[in-house]
């Protein structure tokens, strides 16, 4: 075990984590705006009251993202110092663009949202609750910008200034808009709002199932599983689909180590599980014929560059490549066969919301789709090494050199302790907030005195700093 591998281990511990809670924060935030638009357009208080209920557990979720993401920022200099060092030059710009157009949106609204649920009128309340949603959508956004740079370097060129070698930017456009940001990008956003639509369905079933807030838990399914079944089928048909084409252009090698391709092929088959073994070069399994080349060439006779042409030490870990991946893509095909499945129940009228089996599924799908992205990004990750910027910089010269194989260790061994301590104070919050339930409704005339717009909430404070009523 050498101090890179520790480093490694260390930043794949601590991203893992922190990448529990985004997804969950984007996807719930676009529930959120469905709830408040419905609030908006009929004035029903069954909306505004699963959005007083939904609001919570964002704020928990939440919070958890900020908390857990700003380890990366420290890692940054503590483990990479030299990685810091090569590409600061590229994600200042980035890092700061996330900060004006992200963190501005989100400090700036996130206290009407959270607070401002029986404060505020419909409108208002949907409009803090967007712009917390935009604003957290366009930090993924520029944190996926940094990341596709990392897959898909464009618009630099290297230069030694007396410290070593670092990237300096000749082109914005060019670093922003690499050829794998677009898909990557799509394809994420997807994943988290997956994962939002299935934290409301597993809710929403677990009430079902307990015989509480029916009325309430029907909404909650009835909004959330179409979403979700939409966005599976599209994941698969058309994110996924679109992200392999790129890898194959962009990356092979990457494409290679996915699908334990070790000779050019052509009619390359795609596995839908197995076992790739590096020593032999062999890789057994269940398979489609010609599927992988009809995916990326468009052509059941397109070829598709196998490891061959590698050498072994640029090529990936590629056993653990093709189980993650894997376990991503059959979880995918899982979401549609769970989708279609109580989607037709629902639309045949076979009450589905008397099928307690069906419905103890869709209470798993949280856990599911939790682990189907985090292995997209397991995938992402592990196949791009021996690099950490793809044929530019290796990880091996991006790590801190006066960080001792004990200090890394320890620390390891400390971030163990603390995230089973921290998940466990999150479950226990999370568990109490949906045991809890949501809030009395609204009623009628509650609603229509609260204030819509800015205007109103000075309006009202004038009349009471005045001495009117």
């Known amino acids: 075990m050498t101090t890179e591998m520790l480093h490694r281990i260390q930043f794949a511990l601590t991203v893992s984590f922190h990448f529990i809670f985004p997804p969950m924060s984007l996807g719930v935030g676009l529930i959120l705006i469905i709830f408040g638009v419905k609030s908006v357009r009929t004035n029903d208080p069954k909306w505004r009251q699963l959005s007083t209920f939904w609001v919570k557990i964002y704020g928990l979720i939440f919070s958890m993202g900020i908390a857990t993401g700003i380890v990366q920022e420290f890692e940054f200099g503590t483990n990479w110092s030299q990685y810091s060092r090569f590409v600061g030059n590229i994600f200042g710009s980035l890092l700061a663009a996330e900060g004006i157009f992200a963190f501005m949106l989100e400090g700036g609204f ?6 401002g649920g029986t404060r505020l009128g419909n409108r208002m309340w949907l409009f803090a609750t967007s712009m917390v949603v935009l604003g957290a959508t366009f930090s993924a956004t520029w944190i996926v910008m940094a990341n596709s740079w990392m897959q898909t370097p464009r618009g630099f060129e290297v230069k030694d200034v007396g410290q070593g070698p670092q990237a300096f930017m000749t082109s914005f456009y060019d670093v922003v808009f690499t050829p794998s ?3 990557r990008i799509l394809h994420l956003v997807a994943a988290c709002w997956m994962v ?14 307990k015989q509480r807030h029916i009325e309430l838990a029907k909404t909650m399914v009835r909004v959330a599983l179409p979403l979700f079944t939409v966005l599976a089928i599209l994941q698969v048909a058309v994110f996924g689909a679109n ?9 092979p090698v990457k494409l290679a180590a996915m699908e334990g391709l070790y000779a050019t092929t052509t009619c390359a088959p795609m596995y ?5 073994d590096p020593g ?25 560059t196998g490891l061959e042409a590698t050498p072994v030490a640029d090529q990936p870990n590629v056993n653990l490549v093709f189980q993650v991946y894997h376990l991503m893509i059959n979880l995918g095909m899982l979401f549609i066969a769970i989708g279609a499945l109580a989607c037709a129940m629902w639309i045949w009228g076979k009450r589905l919301w008397d099928q307690r089996w069906l419905l103890r599924i869709l209470v798993a799908t949280i856990v599911l789709t939790e682990v189907a992205t985090i292995s997209g990004w397991w995938t992402a990750e592990f196949s791009r090494q021996p690099w950490i910027v793809w044929e530019v910089l ?11 194989f004990g200090q890394v260790l320890f620390s390891i061994i400390m971030f163990v302790v603390l995230y089973i301590l921290v998940f466990f104070v999150f479950i226990r919050l999370l568990d109490r907030k949906i045991k809890e339930g949501p809030p009395p409704p609204v009623s009628e005339e509650e609603t229509s005195s609260l204030p819509d717009s800015f205007g109103e909430i000075f309006r009202k404070r ?7 009523d």
């Not at 996130?110 to 607070?115: D, I, S």
């Not at 992200?243 to 990356?251: F, I, L, P």
């Not at 839908?272 to 790739?276: D, M, P």
């Not at 290796?394 to 960080?403: K, L």
């Open 110 to 115: 996130l206290g009407l949202m959270l607070f």
């Open 181 to 183: 940001f677009v898909v």
């Open 196 to 209: 939002g639509a299935s934290l409301v369905m597993s809710v929403g079933a677990y009430y079902l199932l």
């Open 243 to 251: 992200q392999a084409t790129m890898v194959a252009r962009e990356q």
């Open 272 to 276: 839908l599980f197995g076992w790739s």
């Open 280 to 304: 032999s070069q062999t890789t057994t399994g269940l398979k489609i014929p010609c599927l992988l080349s009809l995916l990326t060439d468009k052509s059941i006779d397109g070829s598709v």
């Open 394 to 404: 290796r990880t091996s010269d991006a790590t801190s050199p006066n960080v001792s």
């Open 462 to 468: 004038s009349r009471v700093s005045s001495g009117g």
